[in-house]
């Protein structure tokens, strides 16, 4: 409660109105606020996934980019997992309100994880509440939320992953090593890169356990990282083989006439200004404020003609 009361009070601005605002920066000018446009791509990635599973076609593929030719989403950060969560969330409400759950969500969680990773270690409660608080505000993983990127700012499963392979070689129970497979599963389906650097991580924790125990049991030992590995692969083969299979073999123009000829995409103009949201929700340190969209031309409008920069619309 203490998490979720923090997280409230710190985003109070935009949960009073999560339907119509997102978090942009407040700070750096209007160059960091064009940078942070991110959650527009996060946004339509949520809705291309709530699109395209149901009217069967390839999610990592589209013909709305560099029609008619199509392009690869085999190497896009599409954020499946955040995406099924957001999927209900979206029909019930908003895009833009399925989209701001997903951000908010994530500090609760990582702080909870932390807290119960930080108790596995020190097995004190102040320190736990202290790890769990660090760990769910700390400034890169706000600053991810600011910028609008849910894969990065997902940080909850890191320490959950690492609590389930600790508890796995500590017990030697293979019920952690199928928590810890699943786990890792949620991981890859969030980003690849979330995908690599639990890879690292669990190389070194290996590595560790294997000098603490001397080798101890290590039939065992490999047994535990055998199902783990072989789980977590298991689980997510079908979206690893298809990302290799689509980003290294010739262009697919499956479902191409599907989607061109669906009534959801003849007008991609109203696409557009559904996802665009009528307010923004500017932090300035302590101070959080929203403003209207006018007061924000840069981030949602062409400049005029003479400005330098490129035009396009967010």
């Not at 499963?157 to 500590?170: N, S, V």
Request: proline share 5%.
């Amino acid at each position: 409660m203490l998490l979720l009361g923090l997280t409230v009070l710190f985003f109070l601005p935009l949960i009073l109105d999560m339907s119509n605002s997102l978090l942009v920066p407040g700070f750096g000018g209007t160059q960091l606020g064009q940078q942070s446009r991110d959650k527009y791509h996060f946004i339509w990635n949520f809705w291309w996934l709530r699109y395209a599973i149901p009217a069967h076609l390839d999610p990592l593929r589209t013909q709305l980019m560099f029609y008619p030719q199509g392009a690869s989403l085999a190497l896009q950060t599409i954020d499946y997992l955040d995406g099924a969560i957001a999927a209900p969330l979206a029909l019930a409400f908003t895009k833009i309100f399925s989209y701001n759950v997903v951000i908010l969500l994530s500090f609760p969680l990582a702080g909870v994880t932390a807290f119960l990773f930080s108790w596995h270690l020190t097995e004190s409660r102040l320190a736990s509440v202290i790890g769990g608080l660090i760990f769910a505000f700390f400034p890169q993983h706000t600053a991810q939320a600011i910028f609008g990127h849910p894969n990065i700012s997902n940080v909850a499963w890191f320490p959950a992953y690492f609590l389930a392979l600790m508890l796995t070689f500590e017990s030697g129970k293979a019920k952690y090593a199928l928590l810890a497979a699943v786990i890792l599963s949620a991981l890859t389906l969030i980003d690849l890169e979330q995908l690599v650097m639990a890879g690292i991580g669990t190389l070194i924790y290996l590595v560790y356990r294997v000098i603490e125990t001397r080798a101890a049991h290590p039939l065992r030992f490999l047994t535990l990282a055998c199902l783990t590995a072989a789980v977590a692969i298991g689980v997510t083969s079908p979206y690893l083989y298809s990302s290799q299979r689509v980003s290294s073999g010739p262009r697919n123009h499956r479902g191409s006439e599907k989607l061109r000829d669906s009534q959801t995409l003849s007008d991609p103009a109203s696409v557009q200004r559904s996802l665009r949201p009528q307010l923004f929700l500017i932090v300035r340190g302590a101070r959080r404020r929203t403003r209207k969209l006018d007061d924000l031309r840069w981030l949602d409008r062409p400049r005029a003609r003479g400005d330098r920069g490129d035009n396009h619309e967010g």
